[in-house]
């Protein structure tokens, strides 16, 4: 099982940056509400706090599929289980 200690130095900092941006959209979203601001523009940095999410998701499964591949050894069969199992994780 991949944890986060296996992830890349310079990976790991790249998915801390991304979150950090996150949790600031996140904020300013909470901010944006308590100001009444207008319904669209809320919905509008929901869809890219969405995006935002969702991008760090993919990065992330990226890097589990790539450990997955690499360590893999002969069963290929539970990489291809383990990997489409995240795959599904992130669509949802």
Request: charged share 20%; glycine share 6%; hydrophobic share 50%.
């Given at each position: ?22 949790e600031?959209?996140?904020?300013g979203?909470?901010r ?8 669209l523009e809320?919905i509008?940095?929901?869809?890219a706090?969405?995006?935002a999410?969702?991008a760090v998701?993919l990065?992330?499964l990226e ?6 591949l ?11 289980v383990?990997?489409?199992g ?5 669509i949802?």
């Amino acid at each position: 099982m991949i944890t986060a200690q296996h992830i890349d130095v310079a990976q790991k900092a790249a998915i801390a940056a991304r979150l950090k941006s996150i949790e600031g959209q996140a904020r300013g979203l909470q901010r944006m509400l308590n100001d009444d601001r207008n319904c669209l523009e809320i919905i509008d940095q929901l869809a890219a706090l969405r995006g935002a999410t969702q991008a760090v998701a993919l990065q992330a499964l990226e890097v589990f599929a790539a450990h997955c591949l690499r360590e893999s050894g002969t069963d290929q069969e539970q990489v291809l289980v383990q990997i489409l199992g995240a795959i599904s994780r992130v669509i949802r």
